[in-house]
T-cell receptor, first 106, second 122 residues
Framework: DIQMTQSPSTLSASVGDRVTITCRAS??????LAWYQQKPGKAPKLLIY???SLESGVPSRFSGSGSGTEFTLTISSLQPDDFATYYC????????FGGGTKVEIK | QLQLQESGPGLVKPSETLSLTCTVS??????????WGWIRQPPGKGLEWIGS???????YYNPSLKSRVTISVDTSKNQFSLKLSSVTAADTAVYYC??????????????WGQGTLITVSS
């Protein structure tokens, strides 16, 4: 099974900060990675697929990069609406989610 | 734009079978573009993929749940369903249905239902 490890588990930041979340795979997954945003009591929302492709309608301050085993989600300038929990998900072999990164207000 | 809605009993007794249905609107469940899947999230915890199915009946299950899971598609009703047998308290979670983009296998989730809390308790 492919394990996905996110870091940090919690991140404290301020509006306007540049934020980076890391996701590591236990083996190479090429670029078969997606990122989601989840707010309390809501379903996750797709942000990025194929490691760096921005889903339609998602603000351009979100970007993804990486390949192989190491990936990053970057928010270039954190907005009030961005405080949420973020998950990565691999789809190279079956489907596996990372443990999540909560972005909270500093 | 697809819309998905979960339905089913909110309380299931231990050792029984959890059954949920997801109704799809705004598109055909027989679309060659989509797979259909279930995800769960225990209270305060992360997301876990349960399994996915193509309209033709091809299924993909989380190896850790495979022995207890059945996902099926009803094209006549534009619905798909989940059955999870021999449930315990550890199966208490919010269960989501979702559509997946895919190719030769399911890829990522693009549309999600609102989720339904299933509690396993006697």
């Amino acid at each position: 099974d492919i394990q996905m490890t996110q870091s940090p588990s919690t991140l404290s930041a301020s509006v306007g900060d540049r934020v980076t979340i890391t996701c590591r795979a236990s083996q190479s997954i090429s670029s078969w990675l997606a990122w989601y945003q989840q707010k309390p009591g809501k379903a996750p929302k797709l942000l990025i697929y194929k490691a760096s492709s921005l889903e339609s309608g998602v603000p351009s301050r979100f970007s993804g990069s990486g390949s192989g085993t190491e990936f990053t989600l970057t928010i270039s300038s954190l907005q009030p609406d961005d405080f949420a929990t973020y998950y990565c998900q691999q789809y190279n072999t079956y489907l596996t989610f990372g443990g999540g990164t909560k972005v909270e207000i500093k | 734009q697809l819309q998905l809605q979960e339905s089913g009993p909110g309380l299931v007794k231990p050792s029984e079978t959890l059954s949920l249905t997801c109704t799809v609107s705004g598109g055909s469940i027989s679309s060659s573009t989509y797979y259909w899947g279930w995800i769960r999230q225990p209270p305060g915890k992360g997301l876990e993929w349960i399994g996915s199915s193509y309209y033709s009946g091809s299924t993909y299950y989380n190896p850790s749940l495979k022995s207890r899971v059945t996902i099926s598609v009803d094209t006549s009703k534009n619905q798909f369903s989940l059955k999870l047998s021999s449930v315990t308290a550890a199966d208490t979670a919010v269960y989501y249905c979702a559509s997946l983009k895919g190719g030769s296998s399911p890829y990522y989730f693009d549309y999600w239902g609102q989720g339904t809390l299933i509690t396993v308790s006697s």
